[in-house]
């Protein structure tokens, strides 16, 4: 499976990294503490340095630099060509009158170690967001066209095999008939995964195919669920492919719509939104269109804009963001989904 996008991933990638980096930083502050208890709470080397300070000797001894290295027996070792003292590691705590010199092992704060790992979390996390993210949208993109191309082929298929869509026998969209025939000349030309167009029960058909909601019933679309994961669901709209959908019948393309076709890019998993992973196609009399091309009545301006709840309450009354697929198989972008000034005319990503 690709790499999950979800906050949540993030969130628990970044926990790990900050677990890890603080049990490191407090195994290691433990390990210099036992260290330290080993020469009587002093952490010292043996050779003098410019970092040294001033200790306490041991009682009755000359003064001496402390070293941890070489133990004899237990027994504390003279070097005599160096002139130091080298303690046993269960030697008493350091006392005497004359302070003597004893050098500190450099090392960072445990608020330093924290106030750095924080950090490093904050900008991981953000990095990841946009890294996750262009990843999902070049996924986004890849899929929509592999979807488009098999649609594109099928129906070539089914025309060379059947005729245009207008002289496949289909009635208009109230005729459960015609979602029937428009699937079947279709999905025999695709490698199907699941195929609920014989299905008549309304749950059996949302478990196993996942169409959008209210087309779940042969009364209003047929689905099939295609090796890849993707879902199709397919409408009827008219007999004879009257539908002009085409904006001051300019787009001829649109001139001759038969119905539509709904794909889920990723089937039963989230989001199920449109712009998303769902997204809207035409079959018209020549060819399969994507909605929210140049000069398509329902525009992609209106139609695939996050401010704007209801473009046309005519046609849909509850969801927007339909109208995107040809945004995204010509532009390869999801930027809509970022910005809200994108247009047709003028800029075609949020750069």
Not at 284 to 292: E, K, N, S
């Amino acid at each position: 499976m690709p790499l999950d996008p979800s906050p949540k991933s993030i969130n628990i990638f970044v926990h790990v990294i900050l677990n890890v980096g603080l049990t490191s930083v407090v195994q290691h502050l433990l390990f210099r503490r036992l260290e330290d208890k080993r020469v009587g709470g002093y952490a010292v080397i043996g050779e003098q340095s410019s970092q040294s300070f001033l200790c306490p000797p041991l009682a009755g001894g000359p003064k001496s630099m402390i070293s941890k290295r070489g133990l004899n027996n237990g027994k504390p070792e003279v070097n005599r060509s160096v002139g130091s003292i080298t303690l046993p590691l269960n030697s008493p705590p350091l006392k005497g009158g004359d302070m003597e010199r004893v050098q500190l092992i450099p090392a960072f704060t445990l608020a330093e170690v924290l106030i750095t790992l924080g950090i490093i979390g904050v900008v991981a996390a953000m990095t990841l967001q946009s890294l996750v993210s262009e990843k999902v949208e070049k996924e986004r993109v890849t899929q929509l066209k592999k979807a488009y191309s098999t649609l594109s082929q099928a129906f070539i298929t089914a025309v060379s095999e059947n005729g245009t869509p207008n002289e496949w026998g289909m009635g208009d969209m109230d005729d459960e008939k015609s979602h029937y025939i428009m699937a079947v000349n279709m999905s025999k030309h695709m490698k199907l995964a699941q195929n609920c167009i014989d299905m008549d029960n309304a749950d059996t058909i949302r478990k196993v195919c996942n169409p959008p909601a209210g087309f779940n019933n042969k009364a209003t679309a047929s689905n099939v669920v295609l090796l890849d994961g993707t879902s199709v669901s397919f409408r009827a709209w008219y007999s004879s492919c009257q539908g002009n959908f085409s904006k001051n019948r300019v787009n001829k393309a649109l001139q001759h719509t038969c119905g539509m076709i709904i794909v889920d890019l990723n089937g039963n998993r989230l989001p199920n939104e449109n712009g998303k992973d769902k997204f809207y196609f035409y079959l018209t009399r020549d060819a399969i269109v994507p909605w929210g091309i140049q000069d398509d009545a329902l525009e992609f301006e209106q139609a695939c804009n996050r401010k704007i709840d209801t473009p046309y309450p005519n046609f849909d009354g509850s969801k927007n963001m339909y109208s995107c697929a040809g945004w995204v198989l010509y532009n390869e972008n999801l930027d809509y989904l970022k910005c809200d000034d994108l247009t047709w005319e003028g800029k075609s990503s949020c750069k």
